[in-house]
């Protein structure tokens, strides 16, 4: 009972200490003493038998209130109805939803849990079909996230209990009910990985500069058993990776390049994600203004992102060779930072003409990616970034966008987003036609285009595959992720459950296995004839 006093204090003090506990049933708890939300869309929650919650009601709701709250629901697009003062909450998901939206719903999912949670220790019963238990698990990690340096905070744990209750769908071929074990570890490795990026994303540079990030990729490494390795300072510059040196080297914290490498036995492909993990873009010499440059602690999203990941893929028994590459850098201002009109070699060997030193994120990607495909032998190559501002003009907040060389990959990608909940559309592919833009008259390019309003999210895509080769045989995708990786003021850890939604048949684990989109194609090994009907080359 003392932890219910005074919950209008307590909500404003939010815990970061909350610990998730994910449930294939429901416990039973009085919500006098243990707090329940109970959420889900209308005509799912219109199918649920009494006997189905009781165990989160009794003894302080009655059948036919239950009943009555449930039918007073009418979402516009969500709605909330009090069971039992504000201690039992019953929640409506949106009833609509169009294709290109996330059937989970899972973004009023979030805010739902958010405004309705009271920051004791209570329980969240989510009510959904089986399709849609991974999203709705990720989304409900999405709303408790972990960094604060607030000095008034409740900093005791706070045990939070996620339960499901899985409803029968009419259009899914698994009409079970269950929820089994496996199924609660995939949701408790990809909480860990989304709010572990998110924490990552939400921290400022004088904590997280490359010093930092380097620890948290040693950390996952740690527990995963995997020792990451690091190419950091000069030696950048002495193998060749000139683009993460050239970025970085103004900081006080040395730019580097890491690799996280899991390789089971058995693996027959080799799959490489790469982020862009810039700690914070000033914008170079090219520096931003005061109203622009706030905020740009979140320019490792990417990387922050695969970071998470790799560590909920590892744990749910990735079945291919899985290589994690940081390409890590604070965009500084010093006496030895990058000039417009410098001219840097990057891995490629091709060399590019500095233009706007505040377009840095594809410098240090395209060497990850050579590193990808040279290094480390890769067939699919993902690269994940907070990269440019136009994303946000072209696919909005809640949408990535998505350049692929694989129109196959690029459809996989939208479904897993539409699936996972991280959301994605596709830009256009087309090369022959955009690549001039970076057009230079003594390098091999720019770095920046000439017209920004010539399909500028799609050139600064095109800028990193240019050093992978647009002949390139294997499968690139590029994922620009600058609007969803925060959502206000606080990051989403988005990237985390679409990267492990698209390579669910990658994984051993029957959940996501389960939802993950057929990847029978990007081999690697395609002859002529299949190539030009797979791949989409300049």
């Not at 914008?283 to 602690?297: D, E, F, N, R």
């Amino acid at each position: 009972m003392n932890q219910l006093r005074g919950l209008s204090t307590l909500k404003s003090i939010m815990s970061t200490n909350t610990k998730l506990t994910f449930r294939s049933k429901l416990t039973r708890t009085d919500p006098h003493e243990y707090p329940v939300l109970i959420i889900g869309q209308v005509k799912h929650l219109n199918l649920l038998k009494f006997s189905d919650v009781k165990a989160k009601l009794e003894p302080r709701v009655s059948e036919e209130y239950f009943r009555n709250a449930v039918s007073s629901l009418h979402p516009s697009p969500s709605d909330t109805c009090s069971l039992y003062l504000n201690f039992a909450t019953i929640a409506a998901l949106p009833i609509k939803c169009s294709r290109h939206n996330t059937p989970s719903r899972c973004h009023t999912l979030t805010r739902l849990v958010q405004n309705c949670t009271v920051n004791v220790d209570e329980s969240i019963v989510v009510v959904c079909e089986r399709k849609d238990l991974y999203a709705s698990g990720c989304a409900v990690a999405r709303a408790f996230p972990t960094y604060s340096r607030k000095t008034a905070i409740n900093t005791s744990q706070v045990n939070v209990s996620v339960e499901f209750i899985i409803v029968p769908s009419q259009d899914d071929k698994d009409t079970s009910t269950e929820i089994t074990q496996g199924d609660i570890a995939a949701l408790d490795a990809a909480a860990v990985g989304i709010r572990t990026a998110a924490r990552i994303v939400d921290a400022p540079c004088n904590e997280m500069n490359v010093d930092g990030f380097l620890k948290e990729v040693e950390k996952i490494g740690g527990v995963l058993d995997i020792k990451p390795l690091i190419i950091r300072g000069e030696e950048l510059h002495t193998k060749g990776l000139g683009g993460i040196y050239g970025v970085g080297k103004a900081a006080t914290s040395p730019p580097a390049l890491a690799v996280l490498s899991y390789t089971p036995a058995g693996a027959h492909k080799t799959v490489a994600w790469v982020g862009k993990g810039i700690v914070y873009d000033t914008g170079g010499l090219s520096i931003k203004g005061k109203t622009a440059m706030p905020g740009m602690k979140r320019d490792c999203g990417g990387a922050a992102a695969i970071l998470g990941a790799f560590y909920a893929a590892v744990k749910n028994s990735f079945t291919q060779n899985l290589h994690a590459v940081f390409c890590l850098a604070e965009n500084a201002v010093g006496p030895t930072a990058t000039r417009p009109d410098d001219i840097h070699t990057l891995y490629s060997g091709r060399t590019v003409e500095i233009n706007n030193t505040d377009a840095e994120g594809r410098l240090v990607l395209s060497d990850g990616v050579v590193y990808a495909k040279r290094d480390l032998k890769a067939d699919i190559i993902l690269d994940m970034a907070t990269l440019t501002g136009a994303q946000a003009v072209a696919t909005g907040k809640y949408h990535a966008a998505v350049l692929a060389n694989s129109e196959e990959w690029e459809d996989n990608v939208v479904v897993a987003g539409r699936t996972s909940g991280d959301l994605a559309f596709p830009l256009p592919y087309c090369p022959e036609l955009h690549f001039s833009e970076f057009s230079s008259a003594i390098a091999d390019m720019k770095n920046s285009v000439a017209d920004r309003n010539n399909a500028q999210a799609s050139c600064a895509g095109l800028f990193i595959a240019s050093h992978l080769g647009f002949d390139f045989p294997g499968v690139w995708m590029h994922v620009d992720m600058a609007a969803p990786v925060h959502a206000g003021e606080r990051a989403t850890g988005y990237g985390v459950a679409l990267l492990t939604t698209l390579f669910g048949k990658y994984s051993k684990q029957p959940l996501l296995n389960s939802i993950g989109p057929e990847l029978d194609v990007g081999d690697a090994s395609f002859n002529d004839e299949t190539c030009a009907k797979k791949l989409r080359i300049a």
